[in-house]
């Protein structure tokens, strides 16, 4: 794993962890084993709830410059995961589409990126169905970036821990189960394991 290897991760309230009584929503169990290896791995959760695509992609690159400028290039990671409250907020997709676009041609310019699709919500059915569909739409704009791409919507609406704990909730964010079976099914994933090459 290389010195001193700086991972930014931007989205919304999933990344954030919103509704983890512990804390540590996905992406602190997925990074967990990740510091045990390396101690000099550092971590930015830079999730914002309520954030949606166009305010990810006004915001990213000032955050991760002051983050990662210092940094040589191959150390440095970007991970973006978003797109659920466009859907639920009803945007048009090719709003989103577009500024998916431009923001990860540009994080791709700047450090290694992976795209991770937007998850399923609990309580309204309509707005799940945009997200899953703008997940397909995500595949194929990965694809023609070549960009590695985990859509999770399909997983995590046939996982009962995920769906269970939302619909207890706020019908949106799951609690702790919810987001450990999540970050088992990212750390799985290939291209997440090749981030600490």
């Keep these: 794993m290389p010195a001193a290897l700086r991972l930014c991760f931007f989205g919304d309230s999933f990344i954030n962890g919103t509704g983890d009584p512990t804390g540590l929503g996905w992406v602190g169990r997925a990074c967990a084993s990740q510091r045990t290896a390396s101690p000099d791995l550092t ?17 990213w690159q000032v955050e991760a410059q002051a983050r990662l400028d210092g940094v040589a290039p191959a150390q440095r990671r970007l991970i973006f995961s978003f797109g659920a409250n466009d859907s639920a907020q009803d945007i048009p997709p090719q709003h989103t589409l ?9 994080a791709q310019a700047y450090a290694r990126t992976l795209f991770i699709g937007p998850a399923p919500i609990a309580d309204d059915a309509a707005a799940d169905r945009r997200i899953a569909s703008l997940c397909e739409d995500f595949a194929a704009l990965a694809a023609r970036l070549d960009l590695p791409y ?21 019908g949106v964010h799951p609690g702790a189960g919810g987001y450990a079976a999540l970050a088992d099914f990212i750390r799985g994933w290939a291209p ?3 981030l600490f090459d």
């Design 43 to 59: 971590i930015y959760n830079l999730g914002i709830r309520g954030d949606k695509t166009a305010q990810i992609h006004q915001r």
């Design 192 to 194: 997440w394991q090749g």
């Design 98 to 106: 577009a500024e998916a676009e431009c923001l990860l041609r540009t």
């Design 150 to 170: 985990l859509p999770i919507h399909g997983f995590l609406r046939q996982h009962r821990s995920w769906m269970d704990e939302a619909g207890a909730g706020d």
